[in-house]
């Protein structure tokens, strides 16, 4: 009775218990309706219906079993190997090692040819010469007759350069707008350099794959190969000066320390000031990254332009450079100049910073602008500089009275420098030259011929189809060798030929690097010369570049690893591995891949750039090797339907000419039939695409039925069936006329991330090889237009073996109309499983929204078609926010430091626009017309007209893209759960929905209640939010510098040089005491 009693009691608690349960349940559904008023069943019938339908047509049309099946066939016939990522770094290395080698000796022929022509030329200042000038070239009188320096100059089209009409057998010589272009040292140069030309032609017969070939001589003209027209500006200016250039600058002159010290003393004021700003402008024009700077202006006192950096220099890069130039229309005149007090802090930063090891440690130089000195300060220059001289000083007189001259001229002259002086804007830049010409002489005294190379830049002459191509230049200095000039040390010019970065891609197998590898190369700096991820042009339509996209560094792009340690490994020239977990965004940014990557480098000897080589793990780390006969293969490639990668190198057709107008199968078949001994290939390449070709070739006759089968694909709604293979091979098969595709751009060279390239296999490709084996990947291409242009791409990997570590053969795919695939998405969804047929829930009702999202979050499927491509949290934001708490989706923060954001400028940049060498003209002729009130000019007038003219702009403002650095998110679905259902509190309404994974695909159906309105949930967006740095970060980051690395050469001085040679044309007259130190200067040099 006891025992019955007990249970009655346990039995009436777990009643109760119930109850309480159910009430609690019904207050918490009874506002908004029941939590399950989306079955999951149902959601789980409509998406196996869809993935069922959508996995039959994706591999009936693809042929993905056949081709499986054909590989499986000659499993046994494969060898599969694991890649050795450091020997392979290594061997491309030595290949592009020897590429750069052949550009080298290049240059050092032209380098002899122009001393030897130098050495035999005698100096005529009367000499007429005719040549050919590179913008008078072919133009003709009023009468019809050749203009002066013009003449008839046969012109071609040329393929190798980009269809441009030149003329392979001379060369043309451009002379710079502000230059005479019959002046008698400009004449006389280009009469001896004319030797150059046979060493053109002759460069470019040894190695077809060299492109421009040029002299830039220190006089200012400039001769390039092959001869090509040139057409100035729309003002009739030729702006280029090929001594402001950096290949010229590097080449010249040694790495180099300066501080460049601003008069703003109250003389200073008015135009003074401004050709003062546009002298320290042009003197940053010529450093390069192998430089450090500071600008320190003063009057009475000392001011740092960028204050943040009192008391130390900073590279000279882009970015740095830039940051100043913002700063110089800060700087105005008063008060009175100090200069005793700026010399000394200019030699006790430079000696300071010199001890910190941190900077170029080679030539040192102190810029002086200023309108005059009252002294000479040998006491300054006796305590920091004497006897040694150091530290070159080179004072640029601003201004048309010379009573302080010959203070400044004693200063330069006393300490191995070169005075000159500026009279007007239009005078600057050919003044600031004349310090380069002095710090080459040591160089040219020692006859060190030092090669060097530039980082990437642009050049828009060549433009390849997608904008203006990638470059580097390899430079050699010209020497005179005449005795009776030794000691002066003249530098005749730079000799430079171009190489495009796309050459270097060209000795990279990327069949070797599998589907995510990738090569770059990176300088001594630390700055990419060549990176898959490097993006140096923005905007649509006609490509611009980017403010500082030569200056990227390589820890902007790997930005994983945030302890720079394969970057600082790589400047620092070693051989190693390295390997992290990285997150690579795909798509336009959109998508995110998580892989992990091992890293290979070594250094390219000869050069100052380093070489890595990325391999993913898994996949990315094994190649196999089949084999088939030649007579097989060769039948197979020859089928119609097949391309190789445009970019790859199977067959290197530019080294001799008669190959160029070759394509890569018809070179194939060539160099197997033993015909021609000079065609080289890839051997290894072309055997395993022979293979390719034979076991993809049943797909051709396959697809091909598919055509013939006119019940098969009535509504067309299956466009193209396409496949990819390891060795860059493709096969495209269309199911419906070419007029008909909906997108006519996807497998074209306009889909840049839809075709093999140099650097990266196709998206479709790369997105496949990560899903599971035998699922299909499905995805909206963001570059396709409006709603009736859409399609859906569909694609699967085909792996090579059943086990982890097999390579991915291929990938095969399709494309359909986006109309199709939604229509079959709709009906799949109206299936029922009720007996009676009467659903319990539809698509087609009022309450309830269906998605089809992808693995990344992006509707392919809605009701709304608006929505089709956003982004689901942009639509859902409650119910994306619940995904990822749950943990059906995971966000990813990615950064990109090569960003450019939008500000509002509230001036035109006026100092930009002074510092426009050609408005300097307008500048100057505004200056003239108000000499006769000089005074007032430089006082009043003047200041009252430019600020005039500031303030009118100043009032207009305008929007500009500048650097920056962003964070963006990217979201990505977890694998493991397939599906999840949740509740979302509303403001007590509570919002269910249920999202189920379509099997074998990447998608996922979202079914969502939407009854209550969740408005106060913020919409989830992928929009990028700039990084902001406060004063304190921004001041850290000026003064942040990174590892790099010196050149290895060093010219900071000679002990023969002749000092006296120091500038300026004014008839001096020092003290006695000046005159005296002169002299023991010169007897006791260092």
């Not at 493991?976 to 509303?986: L, R, S």
């Amino acid at each position: 009775m006891q025992v019955d009693r007990s249970c009655l009691l346990s039995c009436a608690w777990f009643t109760w218990l119930l109850l309480l349960l159910s009430t609690l349940s019904t207050r918490e559904t009874g506002v908004g309706g029941s939590h399950q008023n989306i079955p999951p069943s149902v959601v789980k019938l409509w998406a196996s219906a869809f993935g069922g339908e959508m996995k039959s047509i994706s591999t009936k049309y693809s042929g993905s079993q056949l081709l499986q099946k054909k590989y499986k066939e000659f499993e046994r016939a494969v060898r599969v190997e694991e890649i050795d990522g450091l020997r392979l770094v290594k061997k491309l290395a030595e290949n592009m090692e020897e590429m750069f080698h052949k550009k080298a000796q290049a240059m050092k022929r032209l380098v002899e040819a122009a001393e030897e022509a130098h050495l035999q030329h005698e100096e005529d200042p009367d000499l007429q010469y005719e040549y050919f000038n590179a913008v008078l070239i072919n133009e003709v009188d009023e009468e019809g007759r050749s203009v002066e320096l013009g003449g008839e100059f046969i012109l071609q089209p040329n393929d190798h350069f980009n269809n441009l009409s030149v003329n392979l057998s001379l060369s043309v010589v451009q002379v710079p707008t502000n230059m005479y272009n019959k002046d008698s040292a400009i004449v006389n140069g280009v009469y001896w350099s004319e030797a150059l030309n046979k060493v053109f032609v002759d460069n470019f017969e040894r190695d077809p794959s060299l492109i421009w070939q040029y002299f830039g001589s220190a006089k200012g003209f400039f001769r390039q190969y092959p001869g090509i027209k040139w057409k100035p500006d729309e003002h009739g200016v030729i702006a280029f000066d090929c001594r402001n250039r950096k290949w010229y600058i590097q080449a010249a002159t040694s790495p180099k320390d300066v501080v460049i010290l601003v008069d703003v003393s109250g003389s200073m004021k008015g135009l003074r000031l401004t050709i003062a700003r546009q002298t320290v402008s042009s003197i940053l024009d010529t450093l390069g990254d192998d430089d450090f700077f500071n600008i320190i202006a003063y009057n009475e006192e000392l001011h740092y332009v960028e204050p943040c950096l009192n008391g130390t220099l900073v590279q000279a890069d882009v970015t740095n450079k830039d940051h100043f130039r913002e700063h110089l229309d800060k700087l105005f005149a008063q008060g009175i100049g100090m200069l005793d007090i700026a010399l000394t802090e200019a030699f006790n930063l430079l000696t300071d910073f010199n001890q910190t090891g941190r900077g170029s440690e080679c030539s040192q130089a102190i810029m002086l602008v200023t309108d005059g000195a009252v002294d000479t300060y040998d006491a300054i220059f006796a305590k920091y500089n004497w006897p040694d001289r150091k530290v070159r000083i080179f004072p640029y007189l601003i201004g048309r009275e010379s009573a302080f001259a010959e203070n400044l001229k004693w200063m330069a002259c006393a300490n191995k420098g070169y005075f000159t002086q500026i009279s007007t804007l239009a005078d600057v830049q050919e003044n600031v030259m004349e310090y380069l010409h002095v710090l080459s002489r040591p160089k040219v005294i020692d006859r060190e011929h030092d090669t060097v190379w530039t980082e990437a830049y642009i050049d828009s002459t060549l433009e390849d189809g997608q904008g203006p191509v990638l470059m580097t230049t390899v430079a050699m200095p010209v020497f005179s060798t005449k005795n009776e000039t030794r000691n002066h040390g003249i530098l005749l010019g730079v000799v430079g030929t171009d190489v495009p970065v796309s050459e270097l891609l060209k000795t990279i197998p990327k069949y070797k690097l599998g589907i995510h590898g990738y090569a770059f190369a990176i300088t001594n700096n630390g700055y990419i010369l060549t990176h898959p991820d490097l993006r140096p042009l923005y905007g649509d339509g006609k490509k611009r570049r980017k403010p500082n996209y030569s200056s990227v560094d390589l820890s902007e792009v790997e930005w994983e690893d945030k302890d720079d340690t394969l970057r600082n490994a790589m400047v620092n020239r070693k051989t190693g591995t390295f390997s992290m977990e990285v997150t690579k965004s795909v798509d336009k940014g959109k998508r995110v891949l998580v892989l992990h990557n091992d890293y290979y480098y070594t250094d390219i000897k000869g050069t100052p750039f380093s070489l890595g080589v990325a391999l993913s793990r898994g996949h990315g780390k094994f190649f196999f090797r089949g084999n088939v006969t030649v007579e097989e293969g060769l039948h197979d490639l020859e089928h119609p339907d097949v391309a190789l990668a445009d970019e790859w190198t199977y067959c290197n057709t530019d080294e001799h000419s008669e190959h160029r107008y070759l394509s890569q199968i018809e070179a194939i078949k060539i160099y197997l039939s033993g015909h021609e001994p000079h065609l080289q290939c890839d051997k290894e390449l072309i055997q395993e695409v022979l293979f390719d070709a034979v076991v993809t070739a049943p797909l051709e006759a396959y697809w091909t039925s598919l055509v013939l089968n006119k019940s098969e694909n009535s509504d067309k709604g299956v466009e193209i069936a396409y496949l990819g293979t390891r060795t860059g091979l493709s096969r495209i098969n269309l199911f419906v006329v070419p007029d008909e595709l909906t997108n006519q751009d996807f497998l074209t060279a306009e889909d840049k991330e839809g075709v093999f390239n140099a650097d990266h296999f196709p998206l479709w490709y790369k997105r496949a090889a990560e899903q599971v084996p035998g699922t299909f990947i499905y995805s909206l291409p963001f570059n396709t237009g409006s709603e009736n242009k859409s399609v859906v791409l569909a694609s699967t990997a085909i792996q090579l073996l059943d086990e982890r570590k097999s390579p991915i053969a291929a990938a095969v795919g399709i494309q359909m109309k986006l109309e199709f695939f939604q229509r079959k998405f709709w009906t799949a969804s109206r299936q029922c499983a009720a007996l009676d047929g009467k659903c319990s829930i539809s698509c087609d009702d009022e309450n309830i929204n269906c998605y089809l999202i992808d693995n990344n979050g992006f509707i392919l499927v809605a009701e709304d078609y608006t929505l089709t491509g956003k982004f689901f949290g942009e639509a859902e934001g409650a119910v994306m926010n619940k995904l990822l708490q749950m943990g059906s989706f995971k966000r990813v923060t990615l950064y990109d430091y090569q960003a450019l954001c939008w500000v509002y400028s509230e001036s035109s940049d006026s100092g930009h626009t002074l510092l426009d060498p050609y408005f300097a003209f307008f500048s100057a002729v505004k200056w003239i017309l108000t000499e006769l009130v000089i005074f007032l000019v430089e006082f009043n007038l003047y200041s009252w007209w430019n600020s005039d003219f500031t303030a009118k702009a100043q009032r207009m403002g305008r929007t500009m893209q500048v650097p920056c650095d962003t964070e963006y998110p990217a979201f990505i679905s977890e694998r493991t759960i397939k599906e999840n259902m949740g509740n979302i509190d509303c403001d007590g309404c509570f919002k269910s929905f249920v999202i189920q994974q379509i099997p074998s695909s990447n998608l996922f159906m979202v079914v969502v209640d939407n009854k209550c309105d969740c408005s106060m949930f913020e919409p989830i967006t992928m929009d990028p939010i700039e990084i902001m740095y406060n004063e304190s970060l921004k001041c850290e980051r000026l003064k942040m510098q990174k590892d790099r690395r010196r050149p290895d050469t060093c010219h900071p001085f000679h002990p023969e040089e002749n000092s006296m040679e120091c500038g300026g044309a004014v008839i001096l007259t020092p003290s006695l005491v000046a005159t005296l130190l002169c002299v023991l200067l010169a007897l006791f040099p260092r």
